[in-house]
Nanobody, 117 residues
Framework: QVQLVESGGGLVQPGGSLRLSCVAS????????MSWYRQAPGKERELVAL????????NYADAVKGRFTISRDNAKNTSYLQMTSLKPEDTAVYSC??????????WGQGTQVTVSL
């Protein structure tokens, strides 16, 4: 059974930091491209960051470049999203996605991140 479980969300003040984790099971994590997406109320879901299976390539949305870092630990079947200098506009539900061979996509349930005073 495929599972992706996110954690690490919460309420943080502007300028603060959070680290999200996505623990995977039930598939070949080390072969998957991992991504983090977010969806704010009333907005479409958007890609935040992506990392390839070996970690050799990473890509970020312009809105988070220089503030967010995606990483992975294949020994722990876990992907991370380190978020710093958080802004109110970063408030959203953050979800991780695994893509295998460009064909199979698996999603987690999401974790809420709220940036507010």
């Amino acid at each position: 059974q495929v599972q992706l479980v996110e954690s690490g969300g919460g309420l943080v003040q502007p300028g603060g930091s959070l680290r999200l984790s996505c623990v995977a099971s039930g598939f070949a994590f080390s072969s998957a491209t991992m991504s983090w997406y977010r969806q704010a109320p009333g907005k479409e879901r958007e890609l935040v960051a992506l990392i390839t299976a070996t970690g050799s390539f990473r890509n970020y949305a312009d809105a988070v470049k220089g503030r967010f870092t995606i990483s992975r630990d294949n020994a722990k079947n876990t992907s991370y999203l380190q978020m710093t200098s958080l802004k109110p506009e970063d408030t959203a539900v953050y979800s991780c996605k695994a893509n295998l061979r460009g064909l199979e996509n698996y999603w987690g349930q999401g974790t809420q991140v709220t940036v507010s005073l």
